[in-house]
């Protein structure tokens, strides 16, 4: 089970930092990704991070402003926003799974699925 928290209303520039807990002792075994859908929209990647923490998956449009994280003690990952702006306006959601290649940006790479959090970016 994954339970997403942090999200919340900012004015573009601010900073938010999420959290996805796990429950079960496979959490350490499987790779994390983030998400988000904005209203009207598909549900697209925003990172993702293997389960050793030593690879990580970025989409081009937040490059160099959000950065995803790991703690496999507190069974928890991170997703550190910084610089927000309001195109970054959606529900975010964490999942877990085992994916490969190109599905490492693909809805269908992850199993899991927590619940979402909603982020309100306003100019």
């Known amino acids: 089970q994954l339970q997403a928290s942090g999200g919340g209303s900012v004015q573009a520039g601010g900073s938010l930092r999420l959290s996805c807990a796990a429950s079960?002792?496979?959490?350490?075994?499987?790779?994390m990704g983030w998400f988000r859908q904005a209203p009207g929209k598909e549900r697209e990647f925003v990172a993702a991070?293997?389960?050793?923490?030593?690879?990580?998956y970025y989409a081009d449009s937040v490059q160099g402003r959000l950065s995803i994280s790991r703690d496999n003690v507190k069974n928890t990952v991170y997703l550190q926003m910084n610089n927000l702006k309001p195109e970054d306006t959606a529900v975010y959601y964490c999942?877990?799974?085992?994916?490969?290649?190109?599905?490492?940006?693909?809805?269908?790479?992850?199993?899991?699925w927590g619940q979402g959090t909603l982020v309100t970016v306003s100019s």
């Open positions: 079960g002792r496979a959490f350490s075994t499987y790779s």
């Open positions: 991070i293997s389960w050793s923490g030593a690879s990580t």
């Open positions: 999942a877990a799974g085992r994916p490969t290649g190109s599905r490492w940006r693909a809805v269908s790479g992850y199993d899991y």
